[in-house]
């Protein structure tokens, strides 16, 4: 496993970080060492001290929903007054509202902090400062040119914070307040931040790994009666370990569901839940509106690549359709960015704007879509969001205009050279031990910036080979050492099944990577490619 890993410089870091202690030290030396730190913590003592009404003003998915949960939590343990907003995509559009500022204010609230959102809203922060709120913003997207003027922590302005989700920025803050104070940690604030950590699909450097990792391990034994009846919903009970495959495609998508087709505020309410009876019922109605939000996903997802094949071969997609369901624009827009391989947004009418379109943009190959959008700005009502994901409003007048700069942005945006692929150590069937297998839990979960370890596998002959799936579109293909057989997936690999057959030598490039079948902590691999026996120095590394 060192060897398979041999070029990873931060790999002494991850193992420190096995230790929870050294996760809560790096996290409250991140915080502290903020410029804004003092001042964020001026509001957050306010607050608390002086029981000064409190709106947290989060946002509709994991992130800003478990950032909000725990802070207003934390506030409600101080028995400070207030409540949390979390906006509906569909009605309040992207970031702070300027009404429900106002309504805010009108309502007697004296502090508003933001959870993830805020740092781009220049306009209403200084609108909301203007009429003698208290305010803060704790969020990770990007800021515009001019800084906010209200305290702000955000890892685009503090080179001392990792790039945590806006719940792990809200964990580290958590950290430092109650160790100041001498207060216990809530109990199932692990696995609300690696949901959120997974959820946000933040880069796995050391710091959001660990969070990813420990919040993983206690997942299965959560604390959190919300979270433990979702656990059943989906499935995934009596697994005494979770993979991050696990939370990514059964959790995550029950939760974020409730927000996408109905309101934001469920999801909460199940993460508040009390008793579990109250609980159950919250994740069985997670469950349905997950359902409803698939098969709404599937049929917008099918229209917007029918119209893609009218745009040919523009470097970025605008798809448009004015009655797609907003809530899943941003599902729709990332199939279309992965399966053609450029970045696509997808918009459809905002329901309560009159004339803008509002939507959704997912990068591929690279490209930075806010830089993009940056470039259109001219064009556009609004827009924010990350290099990879992002959200946009515009007139519909402007369409085709946004159309052309999208696409022109996008061919002349920087895409970063393609690295040389690393020449891949060969490893043997007889190594993956049990050892081995429980060195990849620890440094499990993998993902962007902590790539899955990489091999060939030598001396290996095919077993049997395999279609898998209901659409026949993956490859099962079983190979074996003469000793012991091993399953390698090969997903959307089907095609490769007429080049195997049993008995017949394959050197296989497989990806390593936790499993838990049969509630063992094993591995699976997954298929990269094979390569050729007979190209010269192929197969000897
Ligand atoms: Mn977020």
């Not at 907003?85 to 509202?97: A, D, K």
């Not at 499990?444 to 030598?458: D, K, M, N, V, Y």
């Not at 017949?504 to 509630?519: G, R, T």
Request: glycine letters at 8%; hydrophobic letters at 45%.
């Amino acid at each position: 496993m060192q060897r398979l890993l041999a070029d990873r410089a931060d790999l002494e870091e991850r193992v420190n970080l096995l230790d929870p202690e050294a996760v809560s030290h790096a996290a409250q030396l991140a915080v502290t060492e903020c410029g804004q730190w003092p001042a964020v913590r001026d509001v957050l003592l306010r607050a608390r001290d002086q029981k000064r009404p409190t709106l947290i003003y989060g946002d509709y998915d994991v992130d800003g929903v478990v950032a909000t949960f725990m802070l207003h939590r934390w506030l409600r343990a101080h028995e400070v007054p207030g409540n949390v907003f979390l906006p509906s995509r569909m009605v309040h559009g992207y970031g702070l509202n300027r009404e429900v500022l106002g309504q805010a204010i009108e309502h007697g609230y004296r502090t508003l902090i933001a959870v993830d959102c805020g740092t781009a809203n220049l306009a209403e922060l200084e609108y909301a400062t203007g009429a003698g709120l208290d305010l803060a913003v704790l969020d990770h997207h990007e800021p515009k040119s001019t800084l906010p003027p209200v305290p702000v922590l955000n890892a685009h302005l503090e080179s001392s914070l990792p790039p945590y989700c806006s719940a792990g920025l809200v964990g580290a803050v958590l950290d430092v307040m109650r160790t100041e104070s001498g207060e216990a940690a809530e109990a199932d604030e692990a696995e609300l931040m690696a949901l959120a950590t997974i959820a946000d699909v933040v880069p796995l450097v050391p710091q959001n790994w660990a969070l990813a990792h420990h919040g993983l391990r206690a997942l299965p034994e959560t604390a959190n009666l919300g979270l433990a009846e979702l656990i059943k919903v989906a499935s995934l009970h009596g697994l005494t370990r979770l993979t991050a495959r696990q939370a990514s495609f059964n959790l995550v998508p029950r939760l974020n569901a409730v927000g996408r087709m109905q309101s934001p505020r469920l999801m909460f309410d199940l993460l508040a839940a009390e008793d579990e009876q109250d609980a159950r019922e919250r994740a069985l109605q997670h469950d349905r509106l997950n359902d409803e939000r698939r098969q709404t996903a599937d049929q917008v997802t099918r229209a917007a690549l029918l119209q893609s094949t009218n745009h040919g071969d523009a470097a970025g997609l605008v798809l448009y359709g004015a009655d797609w369901h907003i809530g899943v624009l941003g599902i729709a827009a990332a199939r279309v960015a992965e399966q053609l391989g450029r970045p696509a947004v997808v918009l459809a009418d905002a329901p309560h704007a009159d004339g803008l379109l509002s939507g959704s943009a997912r990068s591929a190959a690279g490209h930075n879509v806010v830089a993009a959008f940056e470039h259109c700005a001219g064009v556009l009502e609004s827009f924010g969001g990350h290099a990879l994901a992002a959200g946009v409003k515009l007139e519909f007048g402007q369409l085709e205009a946004f159309r052309s700069c999208f696409a022109s942005a996008i061919r002349e945006g920087q895409t970063p050279g393609q690295e040389p692929a690393p020449a891949l150590a060969s490893v043997s069937i007889g190594e993956f031990t049990e050892q081995f297998e429980g060195d990849v839990w620890s440094l499990a979960p993998f993902g962007l910036g902590h790539a899955a370890p990489r091999c060939l596998l030598t001396g290996c002959r095919v077993e049997r080979a395999s279609y898998m799936g209901r659409d026949k579109t993956h490859l099962n293909l079983l190979v074996s050492d003469g000793q012991r057989q091993i399953r390698i997936a090969g997903f959307n690999q089907s095609h490769l099944l007429h080049q195997l057959s049993p008995g017949q030598p394959v050197l296989p490039a497989v990806e390593i990577l936790p499993d838990n079948w049969n509630n063992r902590c094993s591995i699976m691999l997954r298929l990269l490619g094979l390569k050729d026996h007979a190209a010269p120095g192929s197969n000897q590394q």
